[in-house]
C-alpha cells in the first residue's frame, strides 16, 4: 500500500499564479480530505469529499480555491490566483471511517 | 460546540524522562479520540485511538492515552521518551457518523540529551 499520494512536494510561484496541488488517496476509501497547516492556525480543513462529492466546503478560505474529485482516485485543489498569505503546508488525507491516513503535504510558497 | 484544546504549545522532556501531553475536548455525544504524530517535514501519522471499551488505549511506539470522561480528557503519556520522539502532537475528536474530525492546535516536543 503506497499510503496517500501528494505532488508536488514543494511548489514556489509567484504571486498571481495558478497553482494545483494534487492528491491520489488510499485506493478502497470513500472520502478525501484536504487540510491546510499554518504556525498561526494550526491545521484547518478545507474541503472534503465523500464518494467523490464535495460535503462539506466551508473550509475554502475564498472563491480563489477551489477543488475537484473527477474519480475515486484523483483529486485537485487549485489556487487562482495565488497570494502570499496563501502560504502553507497542504495536506491531502482519505479514510474509510474514521481513521484518516494523510499524505505528506504539499509546500506552498507564493512570493 | 466540539472543540479540542491542548494547553501545552511545547513541551521539553530529557532522554529517558516520563511524558504526557494534555488534551481536553467538548464534543455533544460519546467520541472518537485520537492521537497523531506529526515529525518534521512528514504528515500525520495515527499514533493511537479511542472508540469504546477499555479507556487506557495502547498506541504505537510506546505510546498510550487514557480516556477520562468525567475530565473530557485525553492525555498522552509514554514511561520513558526517546531523542526519535521530537515532533508535534495533535489530539483529534470525531464522532461514529461524522466525517468531520476537529484537531488540536498541537503540542510540540523537544527531547533534551
Known amino acids: 500500500d503506497a499510503g496517500v499520494i501528494q505532488s508536488p512536494r514543494h511548489e514556489v510561484t509567484e504571486m498571481g499564479q495558478e497553482v494545483t496541488l494534487r492528491c491520489k488517496p488510499i485506493s478502497g476509501h470513500n472520502s478525501l480530505f484536504w487540510y491546510r497547516q499554518t504556525m498561526m492556525r494550526g491545521l484547518e480543513l478545507l474541503i472534503y469529499?465523500?464518494?467523490?462529492?464535495?460535503?462539506?466546503d466551508s473550509g475554502m478560505p475564498e472563491d480563489r480555491f477551489s477543488a475537484k474529485m473527477p474519480n475515486a482516485s484523483f483529486s485537485t485543489l487549485k489556487i487562482q490566483p495565488s497570494e502570499p498569505r496563501d502560504s502553507a503546508v497542504y495536506f491531502c488525507a482519505s479514510s474509510l471511517g474514521p481513521l484518516r491516513y494523510f499524505g505528506p503535504g504539499t509546500r506552498l510558497t507564493v512570493l | 460546540a466540539q472543540s479540542v484544546t491542548q494547553p501545552d504549545i511545547h513541551i521539553t522532556v530529557s532522554e529517558g524522562a516520563s511524558l504526557e501531553l494534555r488534551c481536553n475536548y467538548s464534543?455533544?455525544?460519546?467520541?472518537?479520540l485520537f492521537w497523531y504524530v506529526q515529525s518534521p517535514g512528514q504528515g500525520l501519522q495515527l499514533l493511537l485511538k479511542?472508540?469504546?471499551?477499555?479507556?487506557l488505549v495502547q498506541g504505537i511506539k510506546g505510546f498510550e492515552a487514557e480516556f477520562k470522561r468525567s475530565q473530557s480528557s485525553f492525555n498522552l503519556r509514554k514511561p520513558s521518551v526517546h531523542w526519535s520522539d521530537a515532533a508535534e502532537y495533535f489530539c483529534a475528536v470525531g464522532g461514529n457518523r461524522d466525517d468531520k474530525i476537529i484537531f488540536g492546535k498541537g503540542t510540540r516536543l523537544h527531547i533534551l540529551p
Open positions: 469529499f465523500n464518494n467523490n462529492v464535495p460535503i462539506d
Open positions: 479511542y472508540f469504546s471499551g477499555d479507556t
Open positions: 464534543y455533544g455525544a460519546t467520541p472518537y
